[in-house]
T-cell receptor, first 111, second 113 residues
Framework: GQQVMQIPQYQHVQEGEDFTTYCNSS?????IQWYKQRPGGHPVFLIQ?????EVKKQKRLTFQFGEAKKNSSLHITATQTTDVGTYFC???????????FGTGTRLTIIP | DSGVTQTPKHLITATGQRVTLRCSPR?????VYWYQQSLDQGLQFLIQ???????AKGNILERFSAQQFPDLHSELNLSSLELGDSALYFC????????????FGNGTRLTVT
């Protein structure tokens, strides 16, 4: 079936360290989106990647979409306490209207 | 504020009962999605509507049903509730559906006792 896996499930980092979460699909994706959910909050859209090999940056966040459009990554440089939360990737598959969310990576920051 | 309104915020009910969750999408958004999030779990897709019509269906139980009305608000009906139905139910809306960012409401926390 169409599933989106994310690793790691949990990540604890010291403030100031970098963080990366990886997203993998067994099937080619039409596009991929990234969301952040703060503890007790709702998912908030961060970015969408559409093209093969696309790289986008938002301040300390770098998003990549793989050449085969089956994987993606989110890298945060020099984490801050405000980065705490769960990061989800979510993908649309060709011919399918539903947005499938990955399993999420929960990031905690040690001050 | 995402512009998506969900009511009620909290709901506590007993097993076997029926509840209705309501969602008003952002102004101008035609597509509404429903997701279920159990404690510390991911987001499980339930169903999607676009301009009043069902567009996609996930692993939604037969005890659950939904619809989108002409004014574009949506309702999720959960019946014969079981303890395992306790979860956070999110509604999200987007402009068109595919390839559009989803804007989530604050969710309805359902507790079945």
């Amino acid at each position: 079936g169409q599933q989106v896996m994310q690793i790691p499930q949990y990540q604890h980092v010291q403030e100031g360290e970098d963080f990366t979460t990886y997203c993998n699909s067994s099937t080619t994706l039409s596009n991929i989106q990234w969301y952040k959910q703060r503890p007790g909050g709702h998912p908030v859209f961060l970015i969408q990647l559409v093209k093969s090999g696309e790289v986008k940056k938002q301040k300390r966040l770098t998003f990549q979409f793989g050449e085969a459009k089956k994987n993606s990554s989110l890298h945060i440089t020099a984490t801050q306490t405000t980065d705490v939360g769960t990061y989800f990737c979510a993908g649309f598959y060709f011919g399918n209207e539903k947005l499938t969310f990955g399993t999420g990576t929960r990031l905690t920051i040690i001050p | 504020d995402s512009g998506v309104t969900q009511t009620p915020k909290h709901l506590i009910t007993a097993t076997g009962q029926r509840v209705t969750l309501r969602c008003s999408p952002r102004s101008g958004d035609l597509s509404v999605y429903w997701y279920q999030q159990s404690l510390d779990q991911g987001l499980q897709f339930l169903i999607q509507y676009y301009n009043g019509e069902e567009r996609a269906k996930g692993n939604i139980l037969e005890r659950f049903s939904a619809q989108q009305f002409p004014d574009l608000h949506s309702e999720l009906n959960l019946s014969s509730l079981e303890l395992g139905d306790s979860a956070l139910y999110f509604c999200a809306s987007s402009v068109e559906g595919r390839d559009s960012p989803l804007h989530f409401g604050n969710g309805t926390r359902l507790t079945v006792t």
